[in-house]
């Protein structure tokens, strides 16, 4: 099922750019403020990390464009004396409709494919590979607002709600939950 999602998105997105006006290649990189939504009851604080990846703005017309980019994210969460902290590192694939108002401001809102490229725990000084207990595959919704100025230069403000469980252990489910803050930089047309 995802690898016929995955073609199916694939033939929208070369459809999508042959049909468009234009097409913009950028850089971008940012700030992420993360957390997990656990059912067993358990709070914790949120993560500091970065995240950074390059995207394609395909405009559509002068309102409308969608956005997928590949962004490597540090994600996860921590107790609040610091003295335990999970570490997820993904490379997330957002597929981003975007609204686009005169003047530089856009809302977006899209899907996003998440891939696990590592899973720690951090006990004090002790740290353990926990891949094995988190799911290889993570999906969430973005919301979000950007501004562009009129140099390519811009800041984004997005929060990625996780849809899916991304916990193997089968006692409780844990998604992801994600506030970012960057800059990008979209190339001259």
Same mark, same amino acid.
């Not at 995955?6 to 999508?16: E, H, N, Q, R």
């Not at 899973?119 to 501004?147: H, P």
């Not at 403000?157 to 998604?175: C, D, W």
């Given at each position: 099922?995802?690898?016929?999602?995955?073609?199916?998105?694939?033939?929208?997105?070369?459809?999508?750019?042959?049909?468009?006006?234009? !097409?913009?290649?950028?850089?971008?990189?940012? !700030?992420?403020?993360?957390?997990?939504?656990?059912?067993?009851?358990?709070?914790?604080?949120?993560?500091?990390?970065?995240?950074?990846?390059?995207?394609?703005?395909?405009?559509?017309?002068?309102?409308?464009?969608?956005?997928?980019?590949?962004?490597?994210?540090?994600?996860?969460?921590?107790?609040?004396?610091?003295?335990?902290?999970?570490?997820?590192?993904?490379?997330?694939?957002?597929?981003?409709?975007?609204?686009?108002?005169?003047?530089?401001?856009?809302?977006?809102?899209?899907?996003?494919?998440?891939?696990?490229?590592?899973?720690?725990?951090?006990?004090?000084?002790?740290?353990?590979?926990?891949?094995?207990?988190?799911?290889?595959?993570?999906?969430?919704?973005?919301?979000?607002?950007?501004?562009?100025?009129?140099?390519?230069?811009?800041?984004?403000?997005?929060?990625?709600?996780?849809?899916?469980? !991304?916990?193997?252990?089968?006692?409780?489910?844990?998604?992801?939950?994600?506030?970012?803050?960057?800059?990008?930089?979209?190339?001259?047309?």
């Amino acid at each position: 099922m995802k690898k016929i999602l995955c073609i199916v998105l694939a033939s929208a997105f070369l459809f999508t750019a042959v049909q468009a006006q234009s !097409v913009q290649f950028g850089i971008k990189a940012g !700030v992420n403020a993360a957390n997990i939504d656990i059912s067993n009851g358990n709070e914790y604080d949120s993560k500091i990390g970065m995240h950074a990846g390059g995207l394609v703005h395909i405009h559509i017309n002068d309102h409308f464009a969608i956005q997928p980019e590949l962004v490597y994210s540090m994600q996860g969460c921590k107790t609040e004396d610091d003295d335990f902290k999970l570490k997820l590192n993904y490379v997330n694939v957002p597929v981003l409709a975007q609204y686009m108002f005169n003047g530089g401001f856009r809302l977006q809102t899209g899907p996003q494919f998440g891939f696990l490229t590592s899973a720690k725990t951090k006990n004090g000084e002790v740290e353990v590979d926990v891949n094995d207990e988190i799911k290889s595959t993570d999906f969430s919704w973005a919301f979000g607002a950007a501004y562009l100025s009129k140099v390519g230069v811009g800041v984004d403000f997005r929060y990625n709600l996780g849809i899916s469980n !991304v916990s193997e252990v089968a006692a409780f489910e844990t998604k992801n939950r994600v506030f970012q803050l960057g800059l990008f930089y979209q190339f001259a047309k």
